[in-house]
């Protein structure tokens, strides 16, 4: 069995700083993308940033320049960096990693549990 554990959410002031983070456990032969996706109330879940397995970046634009991304192949852990956190960002965040447990079958997406993150005053 394959899990993900996030921690790091909370409530934090606007213009404030967050670290998520991430760890895949459980049986894996390999781990190809890894990703941190967000769901506020009654929108959708969208992928805020997303690491492939050899370090390449993406970001949607609203976050750009305030949020990092990064993994630790060797541990299986994906940490996001949140830097002048605005209200908007107010969501439940959710780690999500492609993993492939054997090489016959390929890759699956895993979800973690989700974390609060509150950017109010």
């Known amino acids: 069995q394959v899990q993900l554990v996030e921690s790091g959410g909370g409530l934090v002031h606007p213009g404030g700083s967050l670290r998520l983070s991430c760890a895949a456990s459980g049986f894996i032969f390999g781990i190809l993308d890894m990703a941190w996706y967000r769901q506020a109330p009654g929108k959708q879940r969208d992928l805020v940033a997303l690491i492939t397995d050899i370090g390449g970046e993406k970001y949607v634009d609203s976050v750009k320049g305030r949020f990092t991304i990064s993994r630790d192949n060797a541990k299986n852990t994906v940490d996001l960096q949140m830097n002048s956190l605005e209200p908007e960002d107010t969501a439940v965040y959710y780690c999500?990693?492609?993993?492939?447990?054997?090489?016959?079958?390929?890759?699956?997406?895993?979800w973690g549990q989700g974390t609060q993150v509150t950017v109010s005053s």
């Open positions: 999500n990693a492609k993993i492939v447990r054997n090489i016959i079958n390929g890759a699956f997406d895993y």
